[in-house]
């Protein structure tokens, strides 16, 4: 029974939102792929954040040089961003890989690592303003060539929210599976204890490189996906803290460590935030910011294992009740 | 460009004045750390609410600049101990995790509250300090910058003074080194932390006094300045009281060299490549400090 | 018997401090060796620099015939050594089979092949009926016994114990006795630290003293316990 609804829901849940471009307006279009692009950045981040425990509050660096990468190459070679996005991966993992062998090396996590993954995205917001090669503060533009499936471009939004519908499942099918594998139960083990997961053969620097490598990625191939999407990106709105903010939020409020917290958290928040700017934003420019900032205080005070933890324990107490 | 003994000279003063004030920026920031062990990432957020504070009294107020620290001090004095107990006490022994987003979460709602009562602009003061310079040959030292300077001086001076020769501050310490021992001593320890968070917020008050007759003010001030006192506290050794002071004039002088020899503002880069440097090579700070 | 284990010179400071000093002895194949000494005298230290958690300052340990004494804890424990910690280390959000299943994952890349001798482990040490509790809610007793189990599930040749009887009562510790024993008859070799006098006395085929950091004495029990060194050692230090 169990095992049979973690498979039907899901695929229903994807049979219903592959549907709804069918009947949807273009702005419930656009909500849709904004919460799809939201759950899938944040499920990202839950990989290191959640599962491996290392909360990353400069992820944003890894989606700026996913855009960055893919809407450079696009510019200056024409490169189609199909190709762009698999370079910027790269780039990212390398990052990633570099970045994780100098924090995790002499066991800095934590507030440590906090702070870190901070400075290293504020460096690349000054180092990409100042560098006009890459459009300085201005930022670039993903030049417009008209439809084109070929160079990752669209009329209307339908193919954007197909593309990112199918990210959002991969990854998240991806999760399911990996989670209860081998990779899954390291990582959990080095978030756990890590002195224990060190005496039970468990390499808990391999696994901590490599958690933060696979959500690198997965985030830089966000990043090209936001660049194809808006069309336009600056040093700011991809490197700055709004996106890391976003994404570790959406994950602490859904639930870290859980598959499918991350993706509860953007379905829950997204849709009330864009209706804050939408309704607020003339008068209040950072109404979802600070939506955002009060749902972050009152998540830690008084639920911080997130919606998913919080069912868990009433389910558990429920049954204990029983029994 | 040329790199002139004057204008080195000149970006060397300005630095060492600079520099004095990011080190009190972060003396509170470490001062945290090391009692409880706890990051306000926040930070930068209560330095922009004081700074707020300071401009109000001065452009609507006609008050001295120096004059509100009378005002600013115990205000952020108020504002960190109110916050403390209210959110941060609650989650003391929360994972690390849970104090971080929280004080993520107090950055976000303190930025846009800004946003909302004083809009994105731009704040600045022209007060009877903001023109007066003093000569030394070629080098120029703004009064303002120096009062800054020899105030941020002071406030960590005195900062040391209480933490080493009065009681409460060898509790502070004591709290800071072993908890549990500090609590047999019959330390407060729960009334150390509130005062401690309280202190560390207040120095950020004095700093905001000394800094609004050549510092601007926006609602995103503090990110700039938070950031600078995440770098300085890394550098100095998180917990170091006189790592960060150090800390703080070397990043200043980054900053100010940098910005004499580097177009735009790839002075802040050099900044996180030192930052990133010190990571790499001593992650425990240059001068050590106290690990969770 | 072949030597599995030989530490030569082990000494390990801090800062000025010696917390080990120049201590050697063997532990072969098959046997049990117990570690005393009073509180402080460097036991739990030792374990440390033999499983890779403390580098040494000084001297070699060699397992199996290789020098482990500069690699990583889980690299020893891959090469067949593998410790259990005093203050029992759980994997709290994981269950009791999760927690063993950790141990198994060593040498068992596949999860149904190390859920399966995880099951196994967990009937070993008595937790079959917890599989699905998680860490932190067992009890003490049952914590002690997981420590064993997850330990156990790396399939080690020389295992170290840390104390696993400390804070027991009488019949659980007859329990672990007897685990301890059955071990050591399927060929796994134990280094056992142990506060509980009756429990080293009782396992032991040979024991090292240890007092500040120095070996004292190495013999039988018998030898040992009649040793005026080791007498005055632990009379020396009524207090604890």
């Given amino acids: 029974m169990k095992l049979r609804w973690n498979v039907v829901a899901p695929l229903a849940l994807l049979v219903v939102l592959a549907g709804l471009p069918l009947f949807a307006t273009e702005y419930m279009l656009h909500i849709g792929v904004l919460v799809l692009l939201a759950a899938y950045l944040a499920t990202g981040w839950n990989i290191l954040g959640g599962y491996a425990g290392q909360h990353s509050l400069g992820h944003s660096l890894f989606l700026g040089i996913g855009a960055y990468t893919s809407t450079y190459l696009f510019a200056q070679i024409g490169l189609t961003p199909w190709i762009g996005m698999w370079v910027g991966a790269l780039f990212a993992a390398i990052v990633g890989w570099f970045v994780g062998y100098l924090c995790f090396r002499y066991g800095l996590r934590g507030p440590y690592f906090a702070l870190v993954t901070i400075a290293l995205a504020e460096a690349m917001v000054y180092l990409v303003t100042n560098l006009n090669a890459l459009g300085g503060a201005e930022g670039l533009d993903v030049r417009w060539v ?16 197909y593309i990112i519908l199918i990210m959002t499942a991969l990854l998240l099918f991806g999760v399911q599976r990996y989670s209860r594998r081998r990779f899954g139960y390291q990582m959990i083990a080095v978030r756990e ?43 700011r709105n991809v490197f700055g803290e709004g996106p890391s903010v976003q994404m570790l939020l959406f994950a602490i409020v859904g639930g870290l460590g859980t598959v499918w917290g991350p993706a509860i958290g953007a379905i829950l928040l997204v849709p009330i935030a864009e209706f804050a700017r939408s309704s607020l934003g003339n008068t209040f420019s ?5 939506l955002y900032g009060v749902v972050l205080v009152l998540v830690m005070l008084f639920m911080p294992n997130g919606i998913v933890g919080l069912v868990q324990t009433l389910e558990r107490r429920r049954r204990g009740g029983r029994a | 460009m040329t790199f002139s003994p004057e204008l080195i000279a000149q970006s060397i003063i300005t630095g060492i004045m600079i520099g004095g004030v990011f080190a009190l920026i972060s003396v509170g920031l470490s001062l945290i750390w090391g009692v409880m062990r706890i990051i306000n990432f926040a930070h930068g957020e209560f330095l922009m609410v004081a700074m707020y504070i300071a401009y109000f009294l001065v452009a609507r107020g006609g008050w001295d600049p ?43 709602i303190l930025q846009n509250l800004a946003l909302v009562f004083f809009k994105a602009d731009v704040l600045t003061t022209r007060t009877e300090y903001t023109r007066m310079i003093l000569s030394i ?6 009064v303002p910058q120096l009062i800054a300077f020899i105030g941020s001086a002071l406030t960590a001076f005195l900062l040391y003074w209480y933490l080493q020769r009065t009681d409460t501050g060898r509790a502070i310490r004591a709290a800071a080194q072993n908890k549990q021992a500090a609590t047999l001593m019959g330390v407060d320890v729960q009334r150390i932390y509130l005062l401690a968070f309280g202190i560390g917020s207040a120095t950020l008050g004095v700093a905001a006094s000394l800094m609004i007759s050549f510092y601007y003010t926006s609602p995103t001030v503090g990110l700039f300045f938070g950031l600078i006192a995440y770098v300085v506290v890394v550098l100095g050794g998180l917990g170091n009281f006189l790592g960060t002071l150090v800390a703080g004039l070397i990043i200043g002088l980054t900053e100010s060299v940098g910005a004499a020899i580097l177009p735009g503002s790839l002075s802040r880069v050099l900044t996180f490549a030192l930052f990133i440097l010190v990571l790499l090579f001593r992650p425990q700070g240059l001068f050590g400090g106290k690990r969770a | 018997m072949s030597e599995l284990l030989q530490v030569r010179n082990l000494t390990k400071h801090f800062g000025g401090l010696a917390a080990v000093q120049d201590v050697s002895f063997d532990v072969n194949k098959g046997e049990i060796v117990g570690l005393i000494g009073p509180n402080g005298a460097g036991k739990t230290t030792t374990f440390s620099l033999l499983t890779g958690f403390l580098t040494p300052t000084r001297g070699t340990i060699t397992f199996a015939g290789r020098r482990i004494d500069n690699l990583k804890p889980h690299v020893i424990c891959r090469l067949g050594m593998t410790r259990t910690f005093q203050i029992v280390q759980p994997f709290p959000e994981m269950t009791a089979l999760e927690n063993v299943m950790m141990g198994a994952l060593v040498h068992h890349r596949n999860i149904d092949e190390a859920q399966r001798r995880g ?40 295992l170290l114990l840390d104390e696993v009887a400390a804070g027991l009562r009488e019949a659980e510790v007859d329990v672990i006795l007897d685990l301890v024993r059955q071990l050591n008859t399927e060929g796994i070799t134990l280094l056992i630290v142990e506060h509980l006098m009756k429990v080293i006395m009782n396992l032991s085929q ?24 080791v007498l005055e050692a632990y009379l020396g230090k009524e207090e604890d």
């Fill in chain 1, 146 to 161: 008209g439809h084109n499936p070929a160079l990752m471009q669209f009329e209307g939004k339908t193919a954007y929210y």
């Fill in chain 1, 193 to 235: 204890n890590e002195d224990a997961a060190e005496a039970l053969g468990v390499d808990t620097l391999a696994v901590r490189i490599r958690a933060l490598v696979i959500s690198a990625v997965v985030t830089a191939l966000g990043g090209v996906f936001f660049a194809q999407y808006y069309t336009y990106i600056n040093p």
């Fill in chain 1, 286 to 290: 950072g109404a979802h910011l600070l």
């Fill in chain 2, 66 to 108: 120096y004059a509100t620290l009378l005002v600013t001090t115990p205000a952020l004095f108020l504002l960190g101990a109110l916050i403390f107990r209210g959110t941060i006490r609650p989650i003391l022994g929360h994972p690390s995790m849970n104090q971080i987003m929280l004080t993520v979460g107090l950055s976000l």
């Fill in chain 2, 137 to 142: 040959g070629p080098v120029i030292i703004r």
């Fill in chain 3, 119 to 158: 099951r196994n482990t967990l009937a070993r040490v008595g937790l079959a009926h917890k599989a699905d509790t998680p860490g932190r809610e067992l009890t003490l007793v049952e914590q002690k016994r997981l420590e064993i189990g997850k330990a156990l599930a790396t399939e080690p040749q020389l």
């Fill in chain 3, 206 to 229: 040979r024991i090292v003293v240890l007092d500040f950091g120095q070996k004292i004495a190495e013999g039988s029990p018998a030898e040992v316990s009649a040793n005026p060194l």
